[in-house]
């Protein structure tokens, strides 16, 4: 899917500005449904696919860009991660349950 989307864009400033944007919002995504169906392994996936796109943000989208694509790039981005973290606290993980008050268990 994102050679398809470099691809159709132009393998120029465009299309990088693009898949950044992709890559953001199929995290953000993820990050919903593994909040949605309290999977951890999912949720963890989706926070490494927004690290990534947030480091290809920096790295490459910052020396490649125009002005206007850095801008573009920072701000979709930047409203992903706003609506990400939105998500996580209106859509926590369940907390682990408090063992300290629980009774020891009794072997015999």
Partial sequence: MST????????GPPGQTLLSILWGAIGVV?????LLRDSAPL???????????????FLYD???????????SFIVLGLLLLIGAF?????????????RGAAPAVRG
């Fill in 4 to 11: 398809q989307l470099v691809t159709a864009a132009g393998a």
């Fill in 30 to 34: 993820a990050l919903v449904v593994g």
């Fill in 43 to 57: 949720r963890t996936g989706a926070l490494a696919l927004l690290l990534t796109a947030l480091a290809k943000v």
């Fill in 62 to 72: 910052l020396a490649a860009l125009t002005p206007i694509g850095q801008v573009v």
């Fill in 87 to 99: 998500a996580w606290q209106r859509i926590r993980p369940r907390p682990l349950p408090d063992m």
